[in-house]
């Protein structure tokens, strides 16, 4: 089965995508994670196929007003 997972936020609300992206992935299934673009690497490090969405919900989430 293809599955498409979709998260957007800091590292903490994609780390857990990438544990539930490795478990459906040993069960057989192709699995693409899609999160903000800085989390590239991070994702592919693990061997989970990425997609980039726009922005950088993380450094939005700091920046000082």
Do not use: S
Request: glycine content about 12%.
């Amino acid at each position: 089965m293809n599955i498409g997972i979709f998260t957007y936020g800091t590292r903490g609300d994609v780390q857990p995508y990438i544990a539930l992206a490795l478990g459906l992935m040993d069960k057989g299934h192709q699995v693409i994670l899609a999160a903000p673009q800085n989390f590239k690497e991070l994702v592919e490090g693990f061997g989970v196929a990425f997609h980039p969405l726009y922005g950088d919900a993380e450094t939005e989430m700091n920046r000082k007003t």
